[in-house]
């Protein structure tokens, strides 16, 4: 089977072509930076950065652009509280970002643009919205576009311009048009961070810091462009406007969002988490209780467009679920180390079982759930297998190899540690010294050893076959 991804442009799931074979061009709208990241911004971080890793797993040569707002009125607004530069306050958020994303054990897209250093980009496009006709200046040195004059706004979002123009989201302004315009270029008050342009001094609304940076890093049309769900009116339809006025295309081929994220207000009713609603968990408080693993299985138990719940319990059942998992894991690590020898056959046949269904799981739209699923199916089967006593040292590292492999793509166990063979002869002669000393009925000793040893996170168990230890 070859990738499917439901596209939300034309709404249904459809093979996945690249523009260039062999290549994928993909976007993802980034954070505004004025304050730290929260749960719901993780998720789509989170989302994009696993479909980033598969596309790769699968062979593409990926190039992953993912921007940073770093110039909008709550920057200037919050910037102005604290009496600093707002680009002063967007450059310490920008820091912060990269800090927590590290807590999520998120790889690093290729290019992270921001619109204060993308200026001549977003100039020249704007240039080219007004000189088309699609685009006009007001007396206060902005700039509208024209949205009336493109026929299929509201493609993505399956919208009437009536339905939009009732949806309360539209900047009330007697210089514009129609209502409907929006600005493409924001001329500037006083006091606010600004840029020269042919329309005097000003900075670029949000729409179109997107659509230049993108045709500037990427192209004029590029293979995925993805966002949380909550983008796609009006910041993805205004994405698509600019864009088409200056090439005539719809911007990507295949446009993703991912679902929000919700928590209970006190009305016990679910709301979507945002900074405006103040119902929000930073990312840099949950990874001080949850390891990085167990954040990103949270996200990648649930396909990435449905809802998800979050709360301390949604998090506590992740983590046990994963434990499982682990368990089962370093089970295979201790048989790895000191079952015994002879035919992996068993094991290989359990683990085409599971290939097969991590990759048709994966390329029916990312579904990571679904993906997950196999995996606990593998384990129920190996541990079986190592309860039986039926899987061998070799057969243990083929599944371990195989684990490895599939974690590239969705990095929930933790990273081996980095050993060349001594920390498993350390710990084989603290077996066999817990032994000795047993057998000299020195209890008391041995007994010291295999505790000091739990409290540092590695269990000794005693079997017919003599002590194994195991990472808890
Ligand atoms: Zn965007």
């Given amino acids: 089977m ?15 072509v690249p523009i260039e074979p062999g290549k994928v061009k993909m976007y993802v709208c980034g954070v505004t930076v004025y304050d730290d990241i929260h749960m719901g911004h ?18 593409y040569d990926v190039t992953f652009v993912t921007n940073f707002t770093d110039v909008d009125d709550k920057i200037i607004n919050r910037a102005n509280e604290r009496g600093i530069e707002a680009l002063d306050l967007s450059a310490e958020y920008i820091k912060k970002y990269f800090e927590d994303i590290e807590k999520l054990g998120v790889r690093r897209a290729d290019i992270y ?59 009330p302004n007697e210089d514009k048009e ?17 840029w020269d342009s042919p329309w005097g001094k000003g900075r670029p609304g949000w729409h179109i810091e997107c659509s230049a940076m993108i045709r500037h890093y990427l192209g004029d049309e590029i293979d995925i462009h993805g966002g949380g769900n909550d983008l796609i ?35 016990g009713k679910t709301v979507k988490m945002s900074k405006s609603l103040k119902n929000f968990f930073k990312v840099d408080d949950v990874a001080k209780k949850f390891d990085k693993y167990t954040i990103r299985f949270y996200y990648l138990n649930t396909h990435y467009s449905s809802p998800l719940a979050y709360g301390e319990e949604n998090m506590l059942e992740a983590q ?75 057969g243990a590292e083929t599944v371990l190899g195989f684990l490895d492999e599939i974690d590239d793509v969705l990095g929930i166990f933790p990273e081996k540690e980095k050993d060349d063979g001594s920390f498993a002869d350390v710990m084989g002669i603290l077996v066999d010294l817990r032994k000795e000393l047993r057998k000299r009925k020195q209890y008391d000793l041995a007994d010291m050893i295999r505790d000091r040893l739990s409290e540092a996170g590695y269990a000794i168990e005693d079997s017919a076959d003599g002590a194994k230890w195991k990472k808890i």
Wanted: neutral net charge; aromatic residues 10%; glycine residues 6%.
């Fill in 113 to 171: 643009p921001q619109a204060s250093t993308s200026m001549p980009y977003i100039i020249d496009m704007v240039k080219e919205i007004v000189d088309r006709g699609y685009g006009y200046p007001t007396k206060d040195g902005s700039v509208y576009f024209r949205v009336k004059k493109i026929p299929d706004y509201g493609i993505l979002s399956n919208r009437s311009i009536e339905e939009m123009r009732s949806s309360g989201r539209l900047e």
């Fill in 320 to 394: 046990a679920a994963l434990k499982r998992l682990w368990n089962n894991y370093r089970d295979l690590q201790a048989c790895a180390r000191d079952g015994p020898s002879g035919s992996p056959d068993n094991a290989a046949q359990a683990i085409c079982k599971a290939r097969e269904g991590f990759t048709s799981s994966m390329d029916d739209d990312f579904n990571t759930r679904a993906a997950i699923e196999s995996l606990f199916d593998l384990a129920r089967t190996t541990n079986k297998m190592l309860a039986d006593k039926t899987i061998t040292k070799e």
């Fill in 178 to 194: 129609d209502p409907m315009d929006f600005a493409v270029w924001k001329g500037a008050k006083p006091g606010e961070v600004s």
């Fill in 233 to 267: 009116f009006p910041h993805h339809e205004n994405e698509i406007l600019q864009t088409e006025a200056c090439t005539g295309s719809h911007l990507a081929h295949y446009w993703m969002h991912n679902g929000m994220l919700e928590t209970k207000g006190s009305d």
């Fill in 2 to 16: 070859s990738l499917m991804i439901h596209n939300n442009l034309t709404n249904r799931k459809e093979e996945f």
């Fill in 42 to 59: 993780a998720r789509s971080i989170i989302v994009f950065d696993v479909v980033n890793r598969y596309l790769r797993y699968l062979g």
